[in-house]
């Protein structure tokens, strides 16, 4: 049996290890939400937020990194390691759980980072979002964005909504993810989930190959350059409901990120395009709770929330996208809140420090009137 855990300076490891399955299984006892694994330091766990040395594991030198973190791989993926000298794939740890593996190679060696994903996708509810964000599940198309830094809980949110939409409705939903994380079975839904570098090549090539097999939902994990965001929009126009995420700080960002992409000679185009498509940019923040009113959550998401109206597509279509947050503070009533409002909300039920609200507070707010 493992130690119970009771401090995050230290957690005690039973030794010898002779397999990352030990170290897997740790996570997972911890609750944790990450396993690192990297030459020249010691194994450690993210736990709530904070990153915690697992100290009785020694420093892990070349050749320990090398036998975790090769174990988790094949043949073909130890070649592409080879040849890109990092990679995203997701493993089944039979028994354990499932976890979204990242390898790389670092300056003393091999590195590795486990994401360890729900054996099933969360509910909105149990989520605990906003009532409003279960009605972008009934669109029947426009272009729906979730932003915010890594690791706040986008592909969460996303794997939520897609399990809302299989769960009500009856409707052809592909999914395109590098690499696939939460795994959905049919319900209503029909649901075919691809991963970039084992199903298809690239977000594009798969996203250009989806306007031919007939969905009614199409989820593109990340919009990554020119071409996957031009055909998302271009999806999103010809009516399909397109969910993908952004690495934006602000739901206004996320549209001129999108605007930026493009040349300067296409942009009056794509912000008509976008004024017209665009139906909701969710960004999210994850906030350590600090007591037990949060019902056992260790984090709880705080989310800024943009609802397309005609305010916001006239806005968007003639470049003034940095009016738009002025637009969310007073559309409370149509369901949209700042990420100070989201923050105010949080910290008045007690579920965030005054410490945290003050961390996560747009910089831009401090100017603003309460």
């Known amino acids: 049996m493992f130690p119970v855990f009771r401090t995050r300076k230290q957690i005690k490891y039973p030794t010898p290890m002779e397999s990352i399955q030990k170290l897997l299984r740790t996570a ?49 993926l130890k070649e592409r390691l080879k040849e890109s000298s990092d990679l995203d794939f997701s493993i089944d740890a039979e028994g354990i759980a499932r ?34 964000i279960k009605s972008l599940t009934q669109l029947e198309s426009g ?6 830094p890594t690791g706040c809980g986008k592909s969460t949110t996303l794997a939520a909504l897609v399990a809302e939409i299989n769960r009500t409705s009856k ?27 084992t199903h298809t090549s690239s977000f594009d ?20 350059d020119l071409e996957t965001i031009s055909l998302a929009i271009t999806a999103a126009e010809t009516g399909h409901l397109v969910f993908s995420t952004l690495h934006t700080s602000g739901a206004a960002k996320a ?15 794509i912000r008509t395009q976008l004024s017209e498509t665009l139906e ?50 007073t559309g409370r009533k149509e369901g949209m809140q700042t990420m100070k409002q989201a923050l105010e909300l949080l910290r008045t039920d007690h579920l965030i420090s005054e410490k945290n609200f003050t961390k996560y507070l747009p910089r831009d707010s401090y100017r603003m009137e309460e």
């Open 255 to 269: 549209i001129d990120r999108i605007i930026d992409v493009f040349p300067p000679n296409q942009q009056e185009q």
């Open 28 to 76: 997972i006892q911890y609750k944790a939400s990450d396993l690192f694994i990297t030459t020249g330091a010691k194994p450690a766990l993210r736990i709530h937020g904070e990153i915690v040395p697992i100290e009785s594991h020694e420093i892990c030198d070349k050749k320990t990194a090398e036998s975790y973190l090769l174990e988790v791989m094949t043949d073909s």
């Open 99 to 132: 976890f979204r593996v990242n390898i790389f190679i670092q300056r003393k060696g091999i590195g590795g980072v486990f994401r360890v994903i729900p054996e099933k996708p969360l509910s909105l509810d149990e989520l605990g979002l906003p009532e409003q």
């Open 205 to 224: 090539r798969a996203l250009r190959a989806s306007l031919r097999e007939d969905p009614d939902v199409i989820l593109v994990g990340e919009m990554r």
């Open 280 to 329: 909701a940019v969710l960004w999210q923040n994850l906030i350590k709770t600090e007591n037990e009113l949060a019902n056992g959550k260790q984090r709880v998401a705080a989310l800024e929330i943009l609802l397309s109206n005609h305010a916001v597509k006239n806005l968007i279509r003639k470049g003034h996208t940095h009016q738009i947050d002025s637009v969310i503070e």
């Open 171 to 197: 409707k052809h939903i592909v999914t395109i993810e590098d690499p696939i994380e939460f795994i959905h079975d049919n319900d209503q839904s029909i649901i075919e989930q691809r991963e970039v570098g």
């Open 143 to 148: 272009l729906v964005l979730i932003t915010g």
